[in-house]
């Protein structure tokens, strides 16, 4: 596995594939890599040759006061796991490369940022966007792989690649879950065994409100206040909004129709959790 720094050598890499007919893949994450990570690595691995990786702790998406200086690295295991997955380049950027001093263009992907995560983190998908748009010019992918789990990230960068007619496909991939439900992150890592136990209430919860709506409930209060008080008896959950929105546009429903999505984030502990389920 080649690891590149710079931007050239791994636009020189990507060029000669592209050149000789082959399907370059783009993977991006911030490292700390799991088996959700390791779920869209798998996919790119089987659709794309060569296959990239990115590891790169964007501080651009962090807010003040957000986790950024804490969060979790181990780049000698990360480095392990992509070997083991037959990865062919990690992109391992460094900031000051990403933004040198005086850095001053950013990508603003107007309304689907300021709801849900956005209206909590404001400029964080701003961050995200332009870090996405930064490493598509610099791997050149011809595929890009995204987790549902983050469903927002995945349906603002798939907005930027269609209004900038980016030349890359996003490939949207499943959340991948622990044994009681819990979406994997990298932040699970914050929780105390007993805040472990109850982080599992939030897919708890969604699954309950999937099953609501299989038996016939429509209306998206109802639901999103089940949602909420479910949680809540977990004292320490403090639930940050509870979103019942189409999956295309985020916009919000007040009955359940098509496909929509059923979004949670809550703080527990030093954890701010998101989790997501695709009905309809
Ligand atoms: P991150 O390192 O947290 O920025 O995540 C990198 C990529 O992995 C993003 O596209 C995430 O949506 C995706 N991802 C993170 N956790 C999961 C999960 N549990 N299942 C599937 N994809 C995930």
Request: charged fraction near 25%.
């Amino acid at each position: 596995m080649h690891v590149f720094e710079d931007f050239n050598s791994t636009r020189e890499y990507s060029v000669k594939a592209r050149n000789s007919g082959r399907w370059v893949g783009l993977v991006p994450t911030m490292g700390f890599l799991h088996d959700g990570h390791k779920s869209l690595i798998q996919k790119a691995r089987q659709e794309t040759d060569p296959l990239v990786v990115s590891i790169f702790v964007n501080p651009a998406q962090f807010g003040k006061g957000e986790d950024y200086h804490v969060y979790p690295r181990d780049i000698e295991r990360d480095i392990r796991v992509l070997k083991d997955l037959a990865v062919d380049v990690l992109f391992l950027p460094t900031v000051l490369a990403m933004y040198p001093d005086e850095y001053s263009t950013f990508v603003e992907v107007e309304r689907l940022s300021d709801v849900l995560c956005g209206a909590f983190r404001p400029g964080h998908f701003r961050g995200v966007a332009t870090v996405v748009l930064k490493l598509f010019n610099v791997v050149l992918p011809h595929k890009a792989y995204f987790g549902l789990k983050d469903v927002q990230q995945l349906v603002v960068v798939r907005k930027m690649v269609n209004d900038l007619n980016l030349p890359v496909e996003i490939v949207g991939v499943p959340t991948v879950r622990a044994f009681d439900g819990l979406a994997l992150s990298s932040r699970n890592a914050y929780l105390t065994p007993d805040e472990r136990k109850d982080a599992a209430r939030i897919y708890q919860a969604l699954s309950k409100a999937k099953a609501l709506i299989e038996a016939g409930e429509r209306d998206a209060s109802d639901i999103k206040e089940m949602i909420q008080e479910y949680i809540a008896q977990a004292p320490g959950f403090s639930v940050e909004y509870v979103s019942i929105c189409s999956f295309q546009n985020l916009q919000e429903l007040s009955s359940i129709t098509g496909e929509v999505v059923i979004a949670v984030a809550a703080r527990l502990g030093k954890a701010r959790l998101i989790d997501n389920i695709i009905v309809g």
